[in-house]
């Protein structure tokens, strides 16, 4: 079993929906959470960061983060087609090597 | 472009050969990583540098995997005897790290993509 478990997709949205992407994981440890967004054949790209539980709001993303379900989630309001890309979560316990799940393919429909 | 750059950007090769990678990480970044991400999947840790030591490898990291970062500044990323398993995209992320502040935001560039046929 994996350590971060992310559904793969593929999830495609009418423009203007809300969004709701998520992660579970197994490993305790992991306390600073990431999301990165990452367009086809290029790198990743750091989009919010929280670390331990709580919620964390960017412009139109919400990062939510509970520790105790060991569950993560991430938010994207008022969704445009220019979103579309692949999500990555990532995890770390200290900062250092990130743990990823295998991302899910996201949609936006014009 | 300040940020981090990769070269080259496609590699293909011939199982067997030998092929080196290089990054060049943001200018104040003294935290360097590379990361291996194959179709469909996240990318997976590889090794980390803070300056010129190299603090931590995977065990994916086999022997034939060799990664350098001399002056604390570029890296290189080796990979003797190639295999057809060897096919990924290979990254490379940096951040910064000093006395009283860690920052565990890795910021990664666009990628090295090999083959090996």
């Known amino acids: 079993q994996k350590e971060v478990e992310q559904d793969p997709g593929p999830l495609s949205v009418p423009e203007g929906a809300i969004v709701s992407l998520n992660c579970t994981y197994s490993?305790?440890?992991?306390?600073?959470f990431m999301w990165y967004r990452q367009y086809s054949r290029k790198g990743p790209e750091l989009l919010m960061y929280?670390?331990?539980?709580g919620n964390k709001e960017d412009g139109r993303f919400t990062a939510q983060v509970d520790k105790s379900s060991k569950y993560i989630s991430l938010f994207i309001r008022d969704s445009q087609p220019s979103d579309s890309a692949t999500y990555l979560c990532?995890?770390?316990?200290?900062?250092?090597?990130?743990?990823f799940g295998s991302g899910t393919q996201l949609t936006v429909l014009p | 472009d300040t940020g981090v750059s990769q070269d080259p950007r496609h590699k293909i090769t011939k199982r067997g050969q030998n092929v080196t990678f290089r990054c060049d990480p943001i200018?104040?970044?003294?935290?360097l990583y590379w990361y291996r991400q194959t179709l469909g999947q996240g990318p997976e840790f590889l090794t980390y540098?803070?300056?010129?030591?190299?603090?931590?490898k995977s065990r994916l990291l086999s022997d034939r995997f060799s990664a350098e970062r001399p002056k604390g500044s570029f890296s290189t990323l080796e990979i003797q005897r190639t295999e057809q398993g060897d096919s990924a995209m290979y990254l490379c992320?940096?951040?910064?790290?000093?006395?009283?502040?860690?920052?565990?935001?890795?910021?990664f560039g666009p990628g090295t993509r090999l083959t090996v046929t």
């Open positions: 929280t670390y331990s539980s």
């Open positions: 540098f803070q300056n010129e030591a190299q603090l931590e």
């Open positions: 990532a995890m770390s316990r200290s900062a250092r090597q990130l743990t």
């Open positions: 992320a940096s951040s910064l790290a000093r006395q009283g502040v860690t920052s565990y935001e890795q910021y």
């Open positions: 200018s104040e970044h003294n935290r």
């Open positions: 490993n305790s440890a992991f306390q600073y």
